[in-house]
Every structure is written in structure tokens, then in C-alpha cells.
């Protein structure tokens, strides 16, 4: 039913999509080829993987309107977490005459296809947050240092447990991401990088035994898958058990773990990590439901991303600080990664409110 009613939605964007094309084809191939300049009231097409989650409505809300700004005409496209949506929205983007793409992919090994289309067409590509893979036809990427994001819930777990000088044990469970955003193995490498040497020594216990990727990965980053494994987790192993902290690779998986210890969990509250900093988590946060969260700027990364998409249409470079780390199997991509900031309930008020990104009245 949910699929048939994605193909119905999907079939009714192609007919709109369509019709939009009439209107876009005015100017002719051997026009746009006269120089390297693509930029003047150029279409982008800006391709965002979920409404779902409140920072891709916020990354796709802030592209837009930047874009807009710098005069550009914009197709902002959001598609249900479903793969086949987004290749049929690029495709789309792609035939209706967009001169470059900005993407946040929902899974980074299938976009093979529209991707090779957007090379033919000489359409620059712009990997927004995460990383497209086995494709030559990206241009260049910007997001965050996601391994660091890990490696600071990992740290921040590390630091207030004292995992140095207690001897624990201490029990905690794990909860990385989607298996296909490139990303999710970044942010569970970076937290078990900190946290096995403890795995291993016994300093800290994973009662479930869940402790490769695989096992504690969510599909789809969502907040009722993390919630039912949390629940089935309580019950087989913590009837009678502390549990001390669970690691949550990001806010939508963290919120399912703090829905099912609201539902299911009597004994002492777990610290439990985050990252977006998404209004229910930072609520929780103020409630000590959640012990810390990463703030990444979404207004930094648009930012840099309308940037990028600047410079490839001018025919410029933009500018790059990582040359280096991010091989997605075909090529490295150059990128630009933005700030992190570790966010507890002693700094949200300053890093949130006093820099602008939310309202007191938000988080009432
Ligand atoms: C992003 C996170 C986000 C997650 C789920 C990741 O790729 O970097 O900020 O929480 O996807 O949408």
C-alpha cells in the first residue's frame, strides 16, 4: 500500500515535473556553451532525503532560499527516504534543464545512473552531508567531520564516566545508523575508536552482545526501529540491570531509545548521546533525558554548499579544506567539512539560543 501510494506520488511528480520542463527549455545547448559562465538564472535542483527529520527540512529550507538570493531558480525535491524516489526526482531535475545539483543521498552507492546522465550533460554535482560513492561525476562535497561527530560521543561518554580511573563495569548499548548513508559507519567508527579499548578491557559491558555495525545499524535512521530494539534490549537484559549509557549515533535514533526507557525501563537513567540537536532532543536535554548532543550549524553547511555551487557554475574553484580523506571508491572527492560543537546542558543556552539558531520560545 505505502508503495503503491510512493508510485502514484512518484508518477504525479514526473507529470508535474514534465510540465515544468516546457517552460525551462528556452535556452539553447549552443548558448549555454558559449562560455564558462552557467550561473546566470541557472536552475538547481537540490535533492534532500527526508521531510522527516527536522535538519533536512531546515538544510533544504536555507539551500533554497540562499540560492534564491544569488539569483538562481531553485527545484527543491524531498523523497521519503525511498531510493527509487530520489533517482526518478534527479532524473527529473536533470531533464528539466538544472545546471547543477546539490544532494544529500539516501543511500551513497545508488545514484549511479542519474549521476552518469548529469556528467553527459556536464550538470555539476554538489554531495551535501554525505558522501556519493562509486561515481566519478561528483564535484565536490561539503558536510561535517563525521568522524569526529563519533568520536566526540564517544569522548563525552569516555570523560563522564571516568572510564580512565573507575572500574566500572558499566553497561551500555549501541545505536549507529542507516547501513546505506555513507556517514553512519563514519559516526560509529569514531565512537567505537574511543570506546572498544573499554569493550575490551571489561571497564564497559555490552549486555546485548550487539557490538558490529551491522547488528546495531537502523534502517532508515528511525525513531521506531531504534525504539522496538531498545524495548526488546530491556527486556531480555535489563528486568534487573543499570543500564549506564547508551550510544546513539544521532537525535532520531536517540529520541527512540529515550521513548522506549519512558516506556519500558525502571532502573537508573542511562547518559545517552545525540547529534543534529533537534528541538524534542534539546528539550530533552533541558529535562536530562539526553546527556549531550552535536550541534552541527545547517545554516554553515547551506552556506557552503551555495558556495560550491557558485564557484562550478562560474567555472571557479570553490574552496576546499580536505583533499585527502574522502575516497568514495571512484575518486577523492575534494571537500569542504564545517564545525562540530559538543552541546551539554551547561552550553546549549549560548551555542543555541545566543547564537540565533533557535528561540527560548522553541524549546518551551
Ligand atoms: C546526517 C545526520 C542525520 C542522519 C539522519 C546523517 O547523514 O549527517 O545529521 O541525523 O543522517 O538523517
Do not use: H
Amino acid at each position: 500500500m505505502k508503495n503503491r501510494f510512493k508510485k502514484i506520488a512518484a508518477l504525479g511528480l514526473v507529470a508535474v515535473m514534465t510540465l515544468g520542463l516546457v517552460g525551462c527549455g528556452s535556452k539553447s545547448s549552443s548558448d549555454s556553451d558559449k562560455d564558462k559562465d552557467k550561473s546566470d538564472k541557472a536552475k538547481v535542483g537540490v535533492s534532500m532525503p527526508t521531510k522527516d527529520l527536522q535538519r533536512w527540512n531546515q538544510d533544504g529550507s536555507n539551500i533554497k532560499k540562499q540560492l534564491e538570493k544569488a539569483g538562481y531558480t531553485v527545484d527543491l525535491q524531498y523523497a521519503n527516504n525511498d531510493v527509487n524516489t530520489q533517482v526518478s526526482q534527479l532524473e527529473n531535475m536533470l531533464s528539466s534543464g538544472c545546471k547543477a545539483l546539490v544532494i544529500a543521498a539516501i543511500d551513497g552507492e545508488s545514484l549511479g545512473t542519474p549521476l552518469a546522465t548529469a556528467k553527459e550533460q556536464d550538470v555539476k554535482v554538489i554531495a551535501y552531508d554525505r558522501l556519493i560513492r562509486n561515481t566519478d561525476a561528483v564535484s565536490y562535497y561539503t558536510s561535517f567531520d563525521n568522524y569526529k561527530v563519533g568520536q566526540a560521543q564517544g569522548t563525552y561518554l569516555k570523560d563522564t564516566l571516568k572510564l580512565d580511573t573507575e572500574k566500572g563495569p558499566f553497561n551500555i548499548e549501541l545505536f549507529a545508523g542507516d547501513p546505506g548513508d555513507n556517514n553512519a559507519q563514519l559516526f560509529f567508527n569514531g565512537a567505537m575508536d574511543v570506546l572498544q579499548p573499554y569493550i575490551d578491557k571489561g571497564v564497559l559491558v555490552v549486555q546485548s552482545k550487539q557490538t558490529k555495525f551491522a547488528q546495531v545499524a537502523t534502517a532508515d535512521w528511525n525513531t521506531e526501529k531504534a525504539q522496538s530494539r531498545m524495548e526488546a534490549i530491556i527486556s531480555s537484559d535489563y528486568a534487573d540491570k543499570d543500564l549506564d549509557a547508551v550510544m546513539c549515533s544521532n537525535d532520531s535514533t536517540a529520541l527512540g531509545v529515550e521513548n522506549a526507557l519512558a516506556s519500558a525501563y525502571k532502573g537508573k537513567y542511562p547518559l545517552i548521546t545525540g547529534q543534529d540537536c533537534d528541538i524534542a532532543n534539546v528539550k530533552n536535554l533541558v529535562k536530562d533525558k539526553q546527556a549531550m548532543d552535536i550541534f552541527k550549524d545547517t545554516r554553515v553547511l547551506a552556506d557552503q554548499a551555495v558556495k560550491m555551487v557558485n564557484a562550478v557554475l562560474k567555472g571557479e574553484e570553490p574552496e576546499v579544506n580536505d583533499t585527502k580523506t574522502y575516497n568514495n571508491g571512484k575518486m577523492v572527492v575534494p571537500s569542504y567539512l564545517c564545525d562540530i560543537v559538543t552541546v551539554s546542558k551547561d552550553n546549549y543556552q549560548k551555542v543555541l539560543i545566543d547564537s540565533g539558531y533557535y528561540k527560548e520560545a522553541d524549546l518551551k
